[in-house]
């Protein structure tokens, strides 16, 4: 390799004196009005360098540009009382919550859709690659991670190309930093081809008092960038890909750039987790920061602006992989597997050793300094002299327009009540099985084998379960639960009471494990926000969730916005991916979703099933229809029934619980046994609809299996608290069957066969 | 008095936690090593964990048995110390000359995850003894290069002399020549296992505690009880 000459660079002084020099904004993503801005902020055009900045900070996926004057909406909807348990929230890389003993947990979703349509394998993996950092510059362990997984129709070629890469990519990435994958979702939808969403969910841990924030303060503290060298890969990836259009032209040198999505190295980040974690440990770090999205123009900026002063950057420093890169290049890099830290003087030494002990690259390139300026020369040059606060926090804020899209009421007017619905014990039979082996409700088997969900020893429940839990505390026992749970097609119907479902269901997920739910974190995933009735959708979900947070009294920690999924005119399922977090002192008192754990159990449903098909998956798979109202929610309900369910935990009175949720009853019955391999038989309500019982999708119901000797005293407590229950069988472990008397009698293996059998069918 | 037992710690090990887990469950001291050390610590045994060593770059394990501590691994084996390889360590003993053939990649192509049978075939190796013979246990396998290949003499070898120390049953997950799932040195003493022992060690977190028998064996390997005395054995499911 040869060394090349510096880049002869756009330096503050060359600004200056080319105030007219022709720049290409419109390429890099900013609009007319974007760009002026600039140049009154600066009083002077940007330099190359500092166009590249704003450009990526000021894209939607960094500056929150469309979303922010509705984000506020959480904010003003979290009481102190809420707040209470949250030492960090919105703003900082994750938010973070006081668990009890001492722990604080750190959680929070992002997504990675738009590069895991470009390239499956690398979208997906990097996407797991940078909240997993997001997680680690809380100065938390990683301790698992979840993934929400859409694609488009499970038939489609072009999802049998996406869903093999991305699954790949998640488990590749994922498996070989040593985190185990304990949930997520998996679902199909026609809207989500040429769109799929990954959302990648992790959460970790740390003692109270080793919270680290992103923030360079003290003037004459050092900045230590570590981890991997800087190369050409992921440049503009935010302003590229985020925005407005996949065909971006690559704006600025005209020379040839690797592919907008990243390549990411598990192995480095590997390496990366433990060097940070040592550097806490021996208390090296003052303020740190991942470089994700926008790189080192984020970092840098972000740091600074956090801060208390301002700050000096060597380019010039930045170790590269590539040779001839530009400062601006060098500045939007999207290189994967790197943090910078904002080190004491004193501690430089001892911070290179340990980053020397896990060969880890390590360079000083810059300084806190006195005043407010970010200034970053590039061989003793000036190429970038601006206010950190204008790149990171202070970018263009869009009130877009807002309208009820057209289509609204005769969606809603459409409701499937006429659609035709089996009666006959036969039809019913063919229906359980038809909705059991449908791709959306069939066993996620065949992508979570895919992952690794024993390493670091404390998951305590995994796939298929309702709910990852880990365990955090080995002494104690005191662990977390984790579940994300999102449905487009009630989100399509209603934007407000979709987002509801999708956190009452993610609640009682949690819920069901026998942990107390007490966080959010939200990946909300929609069309263009150019488009008045996507960002109803959008306003209409924010609303819906922050009521809904407020409702139950638990706060929204922290999240991600994903605008533009759509292809042409065509929007995605207003999707908001809501993950919600529960603590649970001891993981040894959790509640398995299988039947059969105990001789002689009782099933009860608690909740009330009403005649609810708007959304539903039988509506879906049986009559491709979408339309009427979703299931009502009842927020109050959760909150009574998730009681009901931790108290059952607590005193023993619990063998098994499962939620309902997409093909209602009997996909409930159906995953219940055959988890537990345990046969069941089932009575119901002779003056009710067996269609009706079985299918339908209200909301905050659970199905639970009690010891028959704690059945009088669990009963008693639901009668006592008002929650309404009804005994739909027993546990049958000697028939290997599940019969649903007056319906049909179903063999496990007849039903096992059709619900594991439809992934490997479709992807093998 | 109780064992030391060595736990290494290559860059891109995952699994050592887990594996000093095992070895505290079972009552003996987890002693750590890193990659570069240039002393065993005075241990009785060692074992070699899961993960992805160095990245698995190259191939996996090729990279890892050239570290230092695999110059000492090597020799103390040679001498009988018991080491255990598990998943990337059983790659990293084959790639070191320490056991015979290679592991490559699943049949199925997929990283597989899942709780795997395996019947016991071997009782008399370090860290079997524990086991009745032919017992079925049920540990977590999770590996995407699993697959164990020899020739057919080597195989004939093994097959012959009892080698064999474990077997799956109830499905071949990987395509694993004979459903070997983990073999032995001809003494004994060195064993490597495709699946995860360490990751069964208790209902909680794992499907079944079947997996601590291997470290209860080794224990009783170091501390001389001999095997089937019953001396200090508990039962272990089969």
Known sequence: MTTTAPHPADTVEQALATPEHPQPYRELGLKDDEYQRIREILGRRPTEAELAMYSVMWSEHCSYKSSKVHLRYFGETTTDEMRARMLAGIGENAGVVDIGDGWAVTFKAESHNHPSYVEPYQGAATGVGGIVRDILAMGARPLAVLDSLRFGPADAPDTRRVLPGVVAGVGGYGNCLGLPNVGGEVVFDPTYAGNPLVNALCVGAMRVEDLHLAHASGVGNKIILFGARTGLDGIGGVSVLASDTFAGEEGGTGRKKLPSVQVGDPFTEKVLIECCLELFGQGLVVGIQDLGGAGLACATSELASAGDGGMRVWLDRVPLRATGMTPAEILSSESQERMCAVVRPADVAAFLAVCAKWDVTATEIGEVTEGDRLVITWHDQVVVDVPPRTVAHEGPVYHRPISRPADQDALLANGPETLPRPSTPDELRDTLLRLVASPNLASRRWVTQQYDRYVRGGTVLAQPADTGMIRIDEETGRGVALATDANGRYCRLDPYTGAQLALAEAYRNVAVSGATPVAVTDCLNFGSPEDPGVMWQFEQAVRGLADGCRELGIPVTGGNVSFYNQTGDTAILPTPVVGVLGVIDDVRRRIPMGIGAEAGETLLLLGETRDEFGGSEWAHVVHNHLGGQPPRVDLAREKLLAEVLVAGSRDGMVSAAHDLSEGGLAQALVESALVGETGARIVLDPDADPFVQLFAESAGRVLVAVPRTEEPRFTDMCTARGLPWRKIGVVDPASRALEIQGVATFGLDELREAWEGTLPALFD | ?238
């Open chain 2, 1 to 238: 008095m109780t064992a030391r037992i060595g736990v290494i710690t290559f860059p891109g090990t995952l699994d050592d936690v887990d594996a000093a887990r095992a070895v505290r469950r079972a009552d003996a001291e987890a002693v750590p090593l890193w990659h570069g050390d240039a002393d065993l610590r005075g241990v009785d045994a060692v074992v070699v964990p899961g993960g992805f060593s160095y990245g698995d770059y190259l191939r996996a394990g090729a990279i890892a048995r050239f570290a230092p501590v695999m110059g000492l691994v090597i020799e103390a084996a040679g001498k009988g110390m018991p080491v255990l390889g598990i998943c990337n360590g059983f790659q990293i003993l084959c790639e070191a000359g320490l056991l015979p053939g290679a592991l490559v990649r699943n049949s199925g192509l997929h990283f597989v995850c899942r709780d795997q049978w395996l019947r016991v075939e071997n009782t008399s190796s370090a860290w079997t003894t524990r086991y009745e013979p032919g017992a079925e246990i049920l540990v977590p396998l999770k590996s995407g290069e699993g697959g164990y290949m020899a020739d057919r003499s080597t195989l004939a070898e093994l097959e012959g002399e009892g080698r064999v120390v474990m077997r799956y049953v109830g499905g071949n997950p990987n395509g694993s020549l004979n459903d070997i799932a983990g073999v032995t040195d001809a003494r004994g003493r060195v064993v490597g296992l495709m699946p995860h022992p360490e990751h069964a060690i208790d209902g909680l977190t794992g499907p079944t505690d079947d997996g601590l028998g291997m470290f209860l064996s080794v224990l009783d390997t170091i501390l001389g009880a001999a095997p089937g005395t019953g001396a200090t054995a508990t039962e272990v499911p089969a």
